[in-house]
């Protein structure tokens, strides 16, 4: 059971390039969702989805945008990397919603120079 | 606004003493639920405990139990026993149930166990 895989973990853009964060769980999980992890901060929410084809927006979504077309996977995509996206990303699932209990993934570290 | 307030970035205690990490949280709401969530340094979160706003009995979870103070609005984890594997980031948050389902996370506490 890997429970949410995130891919990659690491990560270097420069400024204007895009890229996709991969998001896979094999839980069966109705409800996902993407953070940001900032020094000295909580989490932020950036998107979540509480099911196949439904998505909304959460704290923090300019710059990012989200789809979900299986219940399994949920990639985020940075439309044009900027230095303020510098940041390490998680995601997460949960049995239920609102989720009670999140199940996380170890998380992209993301660096845009 | 909600908000959810950790005062100890980082405190530091023996192995097997005891030790209770603070969380003060604003929030006009009435039905809601409160975790603390711990993030070793492999950076995986894992969730350590849940509160239920209505439930008066406090949590407990093996060693980690809460004091959950409603009117006071404080949610502080103790750790019995400490032990090195409980050295890692520990964050308080919480969720209440009409919101867009959007946890409220606190800064953070850096707690360390020395050997």
């Known amino acids: 059971n890997a429970g949410v895989t995130q891919t990659p973990k690491f990560q270097v853009l420069k400024t204007g390039q895009s890229m996709t964060l991969q998001c896979a769980q094999d839980m069966n999980h109705e409800y996902m969702s993407w953070y940001r992890q900032d020094p000295g901060m909580g989490l932020r929410l950036i998107h979540y989805s509480v099911g196949a084809g439904i998505t909304d927006q959460g704290e923090v979504p300019n710059g990012y945008n989200v789809s979900r077309s299986t219940t399994e996977d949920f990639p985020l995509r940075l439309l044009s990397a900027a230095p303020s996206q510098t940041s390490v990303y998680f995601c997460?699932?949960?049995?239920?919603?609102?989720?009670?209990?999140?199940?996380f993934g170890s998380g992209t570290q993301l660096s845009v120079l | 606004a909600q908000t959810v307030t950790q005062s100890q970035p980082e405190m530091s205690v023996q192995e097997a003493e005891t030790v209770t990490l603070s969380c003060t949280y604003d929030t006009s709401e009435s039905n809601y639920y409160l975790f603390w969530y711990k993030q070793p340094p492999s950076r995986q979160m894992i969730l350590v405990i849940r509160?239920?706003?209505?439930k008066q009995q406090n949590a407990t979870e093996n060693r980690f139990s809460v004091n959950f103070q409603k009117a006071a609005k404080s949610f502080s984890l103790k750790i019995s026993d400490s032990q090195l594997g409980d050295t890692a980031m520990y964050f308080c948050?919480?969720?209440?149930?009409?919101?867009?389902?959007?946890?409220?996370w606190g800064a953070g506490t850096k707690l360390i166990i020395k050997p």
């Open positions: 997460a699932s949960s049995y239920s919603t609102p989720p009670l209990k999140l199940f």
């Open positions: 509160q239920e706003a209505y």
């Open positions: 948050a919480f969720i209440y149930m009409d919101s867009n389902y959007q946890l409220i």
